[in-house]
């Protein structure tokens, strides 16, 4: 029956040893808190509840989008599991939530072991890099819906914070100023523009351009969750599909809006490489790609002064690149 199976695109036997490696790369992100291992039909984390007098559980759930078309092109399966961590744990990071687990859903049409260990290598590598635990997964084969060589990914992470210390953007006033911490690139979004941009046939013919754009998702976690417990943060914004000018505005409250001032960081080469190919505006720019800003801040402007020195004497990067202002529209962003 098994062989039957087989025939009809599932390898059990396949899995099995693929689940094996897993569980070897989910050893290397264990945190307190993580009960039993990889193969149950659940994972279990005992939540510090001792920690908290108010825990909050939050949960965010993400792809990479058409960025693994890329990876295919490029044959470089390492970073894109990297990506798909980011992109969940960097969400529900903007509320304040420590990332505590992360599970993945690895859909294909069949098992490559070897390639399929290099997207969990790279799930394993950005769940070291949130301080959260590989609790489980899936591995599904569906050659009738991914063809013999296709796949796709999604993920989900789980965090916690304390209720008073939540942060949801209702304190932001006008006046307060707003901090950019640079992104690693185009992270995941944009790509299905991208790739109609820079042909197959050109990615392949130019490596270094492929690597580029395969640079991963930048994680935030350490760096936000050292900010706030130092300084007073009003709100965070993870900026991923929409841009600039719409996941800015998500986080602002009624009579307010962020005004940036475009000379106050220079946009890395990839971007402006990008915008000179698809012609497209400013604004149409800021609102399908980062254009170098991963991460906002929004801070009372002596606060932002404060955390400015602490990312200084860190040797990390940032800008300050605009600030809050009154209006009698529904909050909205504008570039300037």
Not at 42 to 54: D, R, T, V
Not at 189 to 211: D, H, Q, T, W
Not at 261 to 283: H, T, Y
């Amino acid at each position: 029956m098994q062989s039957k199976y087989k025939e009809s695109g599932v390898d059990i036997d396949a899995a099995k040893d693929l689940v094996s490696g897993i569980k070897q790369l989910a050893k290397t992100t264990l945190i307190p808190g993580v009960l039993g291992e990889i193969g149950l039909f659940s994972g279990s984390f005992a939540l510090p509840i001792f920690q908290y007098q108010e825990p909050v559980l939050v949960s965010g759930t993400d792809g990479v989008g058409t960025k693994i078309l890329l990876a295919e092109t490029m044959s470089k399966y390492d970073t894109i599991g990297i990506d798909l961590v980011a992109m969940s744990v960097n969400d529900i990071l903007t509320c304040g939530a420590q990332p505590i687990f992360f599970l993945d859903y690895l859909a294909l049409g069949r098992i490559k072991k070897l390639r399929d260990l290099e997207i969990m290598k790279g799930i394993a590598e950005g769940c070291r890099q949130a301080g959260c635990a590989l609790l489980g997964g899936e591995t599904a084969q569906m050659a009738d819906v991914y063809g013999k060589n296709g796949f796709d990914l999604a993920g989900f992470a789980v965090g916690v914070v304390e209720k008073t210390r939540m942060i949801d953007g209702s304190k932001i006033k006008a006046g307060d100023a707003i901090l950019g911490l640079p992104s690693s690139g185009l992270h995941s979004n944009g790509f299905s523009l991208v790739r109609k941009l820079f042909p197959k046939a050109e990615i392949e013919k130019k490596g270094s351009l492929g690597l580029l754009l395969l640079t991963p998702t930048r994680i935030y976690v350490r760096l936000i969750l050292e900010i706030i417990q130092k300084f007073e943060v009003k709100g965070l914004a993870h900026i991923t599909g929409g841009g600039l000018l719409e996941n800015i505005p998500r986080v602002l409250p009624k009579g307010t809006k962020a005004v940036l001032n475009r000379s106050a960081w220079q946009m890395p080469d990839v971007f402006s490489m990008i915008q000179e190919r698809s012609k497209l505006l400013g604004d149409e720019m800021a609102r399908t790609f980062n254009l170098g800003i991963g991460m906002i801040i929004v801070a009372e402007p002596s606060e932002a002064e404060k955390i400015g020195r602490f990312l200084t004497g860190k040797k990390e990067n940032y800008c300050r690149i605009g600030e809050i202002e009154k209006t009698t529209a529904k909050p909205f962003c504008e570039i300037r």
